[in-house]
T-cell receptor, first 114, second 115 residues
Framework: GENVEQHPSTLSVQEGDSAVIKCTYS??????FPWYKQELGKRPQLIID?????GEKKDQRIAVTLNKTAKHFSLHITETQPEDSAVYFC?????????????FGSGTRLQVQP | EAGVTQSPTHLIKTRGQQATLRCSPI?????VYWYQQALGLGLQFLLW???????NRGNFPPRFSGRQFPNYSSELNVNALELEDSALYLC??????????????FGQGTRLTVV
């Protein structure tokens, strides 16, 4: 089945710096890659996603890039703020287990130091 | 529209007992996923149900089981509880692909404590 690896597991940055989280996936037929943010004590929520026919997508301070050849995708957060502190999960959608299956990475705990 | 709801919010059990956790998906969603989140970090995939059938299973022992009912709600059962089963159990639901997307919506979780 699909395997999604996420790095790093923890990341600490100074407020205003950029943060980058990387994920790799194993199924070359995966075609949808969402990112979820889980604030302390809350449920994970979708923040941005990208499809395999697109190389980059931006939404204000966050962006996601996808390299299909290398089978990796990354989340970029610029001008980080304390409220960006959370656990971030990447995910990939498997092809061979149906259109609706999502496999998540192990998560990255981002700490933005004021 | 109601989101994904889970019950109970908290559950305390003794080692060796059984626990039953419940999840109601968003109306119209047919897929339900169960995840275990220990230590507030990783989402470990447990089970995926779609239209009443188990579609995929994570690397968990057989004492973790579940089912999905005709109304697409789901139940997770954990038998012979062990201390290391203490974790937050998250349920998520998703519906049909829309514009190439399959967004999963999470419930608030059930905090299971095994003593």
């Amino acid at each position: 089945g699909e395997n999604v690896e996420q790095h790093p597991s923890t990341l600490s940055v100074q407020e205003g710096d950029s943060a980058v989280i990387k994920c790799t996936y194993s199924d070359s037929a995966s075609n949808y890659f969402p990112w979820y943010k889980q604030e302390l004590g809350k449920r994970p929520q979708l923040i941005i996603d990208i499809r395999s026919n697109v190389g980059e997508k931006k939404d204000q301070r966050i962006a996601v890039t996808l390299n299909k050849t290398a089978k990796h995708f990354s989340l970029h957060i610029t001008e980080t703020q304390p409220e960006d502190s959370a656990v971030y999960f990447c995910a990939a959608r498997l092809r061979d287990t149906g259109r609706r299956a999502l496999t998540f990475g192990s998560g990255t705990r981002l700490q933005v130091q004021p | 529209e109601a989101g994904v709801t889970q019950s109970p919010t908290h559950l305390i059990k003794t080692r060796g007992q059984q626990a039953t956790l419940r999840c109601s998906p968003i109306s119209g969603h047919t897929s339900v996923y169960w995840y275990q989140q220990a230590l507030g970090l990783g989402l470990q995939f447990l089970l995926w149900y779609d239209e009443g059938e188990e579609r995929n299973r994570g690397n968990f022992p057989p004492r973790f089981s579940g089912r999905q009912f005709p109304n697409y709600s789901s139940e997770l059962n954990v038998n012979a509880l062990e201390l290391e089963d203490s974790a937050l159990y998250l349920c998520a639901s998703s519906g049909l692909e829309t514009g190439g997307k399959t967004e999963a919506f999470f419930g608030q979780g059930t905090r299971l404590t095994v003593v």
